[in-house]
């Protein structure tokens, strides 16, 4: 893959739910290719890092910048350059994974949809498995597709929240090589707590504070 170069920026970036402090301040620059995991106990604003740089939510203080080949990409069109995997995205169980798939390729206007979707659920070993509804998936399969719906359109950034979860050692190895593949060009943010996922990255982002299990 030829991705365009992107780069993240946080200026003293925080978030609060109510009363309670879900993101402590923290600042950032890293230019890809490559990998940055963001780290933290549990409660420490991983997941909430992440959606605040995908355009999902908006920051009480501080400003985020995301820049692709040396263009600002507004918070509203992140979506576009940018893949996101959480264990929050679902998918419409009465469907296959192909069906899903295909409606999220047509969804986003993409050129060649049945080239985007093959591709996908090849990256993410799902292609046996293509014409399964996805009721009958195992949550370690879901997990894969939540995976491929990442990289559907082939976005210069790569956005993972916890890609591990539910995964099992096959599934763990397909994390590895889709990381790998797409660091090559482009850049991936994994956030996460495991040391194998942690050994993946180049840079580090910690983030501290007691998050919201206790009061602000």
Do not use: W
């Amino acid at each position: 893959m030829n991705a365009p170069a992107a780069r993240l920026l946080g200026h003293d970036v925080s978030h609060r739910y109510g009363p309670r402090t879900a993101l402590r301040p923290v600042s950032f620059d890293f230019t890809g290719p490559g990998v940055v995991a963001v780290t933290g106990e549990n409660g420490s604003g991983k997941s909430t890092l992440l959606r605040i740089l995908a355009g999902l939510l908006r920051p009480a203080r501080g400003s985020t910048r995301v820049e692709v080949g040396g263009t600002e990409v507004a918070p509203r069109s992140r979506r576009v350059v940018l893949g996101l995997a959480t264990p929050e995205l679902a998918f419409y169980e009465e469907f296959t994974a192909l069906e899903n798939l295909q409606f999220a390729a047509e969804a986003r206007c993409l050129p060649n949809v049945q080239a985007a979707v093959q591709d996908a659920l090849a990256r993410t070993g799902l292609t046996s498995r293509a014409t399964d509804r996805v009721a009958a998936y195992s949550s370690g399969m879901k997990q894969r597709l939540r995976l491929a719906f990442a990289v559907l359109h082939g976005p210069p950034i790569l956005m993972l929240d916890e890609p591990g979860s539910h995964l099992d050692e096959e599934g763990r190895a397909v994390v590895e090589r889709l990381v790998l593949q797409h660091a090559a060009a482009g850049l991936v943010v994994i956030a996460t707590n495991d040391p194998r996922e942690m050994q993946l990255a180049r840079i580090r982002i910690e983030l501290s504070g007691r998050g919201l299990d206790h009061p602000a």
